[in-house]
C-alpha cells in the first residue's frame, strides 16, 4: 500500500506520527493493515496489535492488551475497532506510538460506524436499559476529528477496490536533529545524569531536583504526557540514591512509576559498581553503592502504605500525583522532601484536583516549593498532528471557562439546564465547559468518561449557566427499577452494572428489596472555583431535586467521607443510611452512602436503612471503624436520620453517673457510655452542649475503644488522668441532659 508507505516516510522526516484508518469489512481492514505494514517496511517485532485477531500474515507481532501499552512506545500500534472501541484503549493506542510511527485503525465503514452496537455499547447498557439504548454520539464526534483533522488518512476498504478519501499528508518541513542540552553551570549531580537528559526541559527539570537532597524542598513537575517528566525523576532519584539517600517512590500502580524505574537503573548501571535488586529480580528496589561508602536505594511502595513513611525514607517521589486523591497527596507532604511528578492532560486519566485543590495545601506547607514545567516533546516533534487530534476527540484538554467569565455569577443570576446528550454533541464550546468542570469534581477522569457521558441511557447531564457558560454542573445515575429476578441475583450477590446504591444496601446489608425503589445517583457535582462558597452547588440540588421529585423515589450519592463533604450533602437534606467498613483503595477514604427520599417508597427504604445503621454503626465503629479520623465519624453520626435506642437501666444510670467523681469506672461497662455518646451525636439535645475536642474523645474513647495512653497521646493531653478528667467532665454534661430522656 503505497499510502502506508507514504505515510511512514513523511512521519520519520518530520519526527510526528500519523493515523491510517482503514474502514470497511473486518477481515478485508486486517488484511489491508497486514499489506500496509509490509509496504511500510515495519517489522513484526515493532507492531503492537490490540483487537481479537492477529493482523493476518504479520510475523512476531505483539497481540496485547491496552493496558500492556501502558509506558511502552511502538513504531506501529494497530487498534481495531470492530467489535468494540473503547476510549482508554484509543488513547492509549496513540500514546503509545512513537515519533516517526503509525497508528492504523480498524473501523467499520464511517458512515455507519455511530449506528452500530458494539462490545463497548454492551457495557454501557446497565439495567433496566439494553444496548438499542445506547446512542452512537460519541463514535459519530470521533468520525467527524477523524475527516477534519490534518496526518489523518481514511481508506475506504470494498470488494470493487480501495477508496482513499483523504491522504492524511501533510508535506511538513523536515525536523531538525534536537541539540543535546548542556549542563547546568552549577551542578551536584554526577554529571552523567545531565548527559543522559534529552530536552533542555528535561536537564532543567533534573537541576530543579537537585533541591531534594535537603530536607524541607518540595518540588513539583507538570507536562503533558510524552515530556519526560517520568525519565526526568528516575534520574534523579538514581542521583541521589548515589549520594546515599533512601528514596521511596509512589504512584497509582508499580506500572505507572516503570519508566521511572527504568531509567534509573539505566543511569546507575554507567555510574556505580554495585546495583541489586531486590529478591527474586524484582524492579520494585534498586540498591546503589553510594559515592559516601554508605547504601543508597530506590524502592516502590504503594500509596496507602507510602503515607506511613515506612523505614523513614530521606525523598519521596510521587509519580502521576493527578491520579491520587488530596486525601494522600496531604499526607506525602509528611515527607523530609518531596516531588510530584503529574500529567497535565492524561491519556490513562487525571482528575484536577492535584492542581485545584492540592496547590493551596503545598504552598501552605512547610516546604520549600520549586515548579517546573515540561513542554516540549521527546519522542515526536512539536508540531505532531496527532496529539492536537487526540487531545480534541478525547478531550484531554477540556477545562472550564476562565474565570473572569463568571466572577459574578451567584444562585439569582443563573438558569437551570437540562442538557441532553445530543445538545452537549452539538455544542462543541459546552461539552468542553461540561467536562472541563466534571474533571474537577473527580480525581481521576478517563477517556472512557466522555464516551458514557455522550452515549450512556441512565446518565444524566444538569447544569447552571449564566451568559453561555457553565458555572456548576452534575452528572446523575438512574439506579433501582429493577425486576424481581434482578433483585434476587443481586441479594445472591451477582453484581448488576450500574445500580451502585442498590447493590450496597442489598448485598452488604441484607436488603432485597433495596433494589425495588427507582433513584437518581449524583455521580459528579461540581461548582466552578472562582464562584465557590456561594450557594451554586445547593442550588443545583435543590433544582435537580424539584426536577426528579414526581419521577423517582430517592435522591442519593456515595462519596469518599470527609467531614466537609458529609456537612455540604446534610445540609442539602441527605442523611446518612451507610458507612463502608474499609477504605477505598484509591481515595484511601470510608465511603458513606447518603439519601434524600422523594417519595413514600423512597422514605420507607431510607428509614429503614437509617434505623439499621443506628442499630449497627455502635459495634462496627468498635472494630472496622476503630481507626476512622473522630471528625468523619461526627460528621457520619449527625447527617443521620435516626435516634438510638438508649434507655439505660437504674444501675446503668449509677455507673454513668459515678464516672465524673471517680466513684466508677468506664472500662467496667462501656455499653451505656456507647449508647449516650451515639444518642448525643445523632441527634443531639443540645448541639452546643459539648466542645468539638469533647466530642471527638467521645468518638476515640467510648465509641472506638482506643486504650486511654493512645487516646490522651493522639489527642494532646499532658496526661492519661488529665485525659479521664476530661472525659468525667463531658459524661456529666451527657448525665445532665439525657437522664430524664425516655
Avoid at 291 to 313: K, L
Amino acid at each position: 500500500m503505497k499510502l502506508a508507505r507514504a505515510l511512514r516516510t513523511e512521519a520519520q522526516r518530520a519526527d510526528e506520527r500519523r493515523v491510517l484508518v482503514l474502514a470497511g469489512d473486518p477481515q478485508m481492514t486486517r488484511e489491508r493493515a497486514a499489506t500496509a505494514l509490509s509496504a511500510a517496511a515495519i517489522p513484526g517485532s515493532k507492531t503492537a496489535v490490540l483487537g481479537p485477531e492477529p493482523v493476518v500474515d504479520s510475523e512476531r507481532q505483539q497481540q496485547c492488551r491496552a493496558v500492556e501499552l501502558l509506558g511502552r512506545t511502538q513504531s506501529v500500534v494497530v487498534l481495531d475497532a470492530h467489535e468494540e472501541l473503547r476510549p482508554n484503549a484509543l488513547g492509549t493506542a496513540v500514546g503509545a506510538v512513537d515519533g516517526g510511527g503509525l497508528l492504523i485503525l480498524l473501523t467499520p465503514p464511517l458512515d455507519d460506524w455511530a449506528d452500530r452496537r458494539d462490545g463497548f455499547d454492551t457495557s454501557l447498557a446497565v439495567p433496566p436499559f439494553d444496548r438499542q439504548q445506547v446512542t452512537g454520539h460519541f463514535r459519530q464526534r470521533l468520525v467527524d476529528s477523524i475527516r477534519a483533522h490534518r496526518g489523518i488518512a481514511v481508506v475506504s476498504v470494498g470488494d470493487d477496490g480501495d477508496t482513499v478519501e483523504k491522504s492524511g499528508l501533510t508535506d511538513p518541513a523536515p525536523q531538525r536533529s534536537r541539540p543535546t542540552p548542556d549542563p547546568p553551570d552549577e551542578h551536584s549531580f554526577v554529571e552523567a545524569t545531565y548527559a543522559a537528559c534529552q530536552t533542555a526541559d528535561q536537564r532543567d527539570a533534573v537541576h530543579a531536583l537537585e533541591t531534594l537532597a535537603s530536607p524541607g524542598q518540595a518540588v513539583v513537575v507538570e507536562a503533558d504526557r510524552g515530556r519526560g517528566k517520568s525519565s526526568a525523576a528516575g534520574l534523579a532519584a538514581a542521583a541521589l540514591a548515589r549520594q546515599g539517600h533512601d528514596v521511596l517512590v509512589t504512584a497509582p500502580q508499580y506500572r505507572s512509576a516503570g519508566e521511572l524505574f527504568t531509567r534509573a537503573k539505566a543511569l546507575l548501571s554507567t555510574v556505580s559498581d554495585s546495583v541489586e535488586r531486590d529478591r527474586d529480580d524484582t524492579p520494585h528496589r534498586l540498591t546503589v553503592a553510594a559515592e559516601n561508602g554508605d547504601d543508597g536505594q530506590i524502592r516502590f511502595e504503594r500509596p496507602a502504605t507510602a503515607v506511613d513513611m515506612p523505614d523513614d525514607p530521606d525523598v519521596v517521589f510521587v509519580d502521576e500525583a493527578a491520579a491520587l486523591p488530596v486525601r494522600r497527596l496531604d499526607a506525602l507532604l509528611s515527607a523530609p522532601s518531596v516531588a510530584f511528578t503529574t500529567t497535565v492532560h492524561g491519556y490513562e486519566g487525571a482528575g484536577r484536583g492535584f492542581s485545584v485543590r492540592f496547590r493551596d495545601r503545598l504552598s501552605e506547607s512547610d516546604h520549600t516549593v520549586t515548579n517546573v514545567s515540561m513542554t516540549a516533546p521527546i519522542r515526536y516533534a512539536d508540531a505532531d498532528p496527532v496529539e492536537v487530534w487526540a487531545f480534541r476527540a478525547l478531550l484531554l484538554d477540556a477545562r472550564p471557562p476562565a474565570a473572569q467569565l463568571v466572577s459574578d455569577v451567584s444562585p439569582d443570576n443563573a438558569t437551570y439546564r437540562r442538557l441532553s446528550s445530543a445538545d452537549l454533541l452539538a455544542d462543541e464550546h459546552l461539552l468542553r465547559e461540561v467536562v472541563g468542570l466534571l474533571v474537577l469534581a473527580h480525581y481521576r477522569t478517563e477517556p472512557t468518561d466522555l464516551a458514557r457521558l455522550l452515549d450512556a441511557p441512565n446518565l444524566t447531564v444538569r447544569a447552571l449557566t449564566n451568559e453561555g457558560h457553565v458555572v456548576a454542573v452534575a452528572l446523575l445515575a438512574r439506579e433501582g427499577g429493577l425486576d424481581s429476578e434482578a433483585r434476587d441475583r443481586m441479594y445472591e450477590g451477582e453484581r448488576v452494572r450500574g445500580n451502585m446504591i442498590p447493590d450496597v444496601l442489598s448485598t452488604q446489608v441484607r436488603d432485597r428489596e433495596a433494589g425495588a425503589p427507582v433513584g437518581q445517583r449524583v455521580l459528579r457535582i461540581a461548582t466552578h472555583g472562582a464562584v465557590r462558597s456561594r450557594g451554586l452547588g445547593s442550588q443545583l440540588l435543590t433544582e435537580m431535586r424539584r426536577e426528579f421529585a414526581e419521577r423517582v423515589d430517592w435522591m442519593g450519592v456515595s462519596f469518599g467521607a470527609t467531614p466537609e463533604l458529609l456537612n455540604f450533602w446534610a445540609s442539602n437534606d441527605y442523611r446518612t443510611v451507610h458507612l463502608s467498613t474499609s477504605r477505598n483503595d484509591r481515595s484511601g477514604e470510608y465511603s458513606a452512602v447518603m439519601l434524600d427520599p422523594c417519595s413514600d417508597a423512597g422514605r420507607a427504604l431510607a428509614t429503614r436503612h437509617a434505623g439499621w445503621f443506628a442499630d449497627r454503626i455502635g459495634a462496627t465503629l468498635t472494630d472496622a471503624l476503630s481507626q476512622a479520623e473522630p471528625d468523619v465519624v461526627r460528621a457520619t453520626l449527625g447527617a443521620t436520620a435516626a435516634e438510638p435506642d438508649t434507655p439505660l437501666s437504674a444501675w446503668e444510670w449509677r455507673l454513668v453517673a459515678g464516672v465524673p467523681s471517680g466513684a466508677s469506672v468506664l472500662d467496667t461497662n462501656p455499653a451505656p457510655f456507647r449508647r449516650l455518646s451515639l444518642r448525643h451525636l445523632m441527634a443531639p439535645a443540645d448541639p452546643d452542649a459539648l466542645s468539638d475536642r469533647e466530642e471527638r474523645l467521645l468518638v476515640r474513647k467510648v465509641l472506638q475503644a482506643r486504650p486511654w495512653d493512645e487516646v490522651a497521646e493522639s489527642m494532646g493531653f499532658v496526661s492519661e488522668r488529665e485525659c479521664k478528667q476530661k472525659m468525667g467532665a463531658a459524661v456529666e454534661t451527657l448525665t445532665c441532659l439525657y437522664r430524664e430522656s425516655p
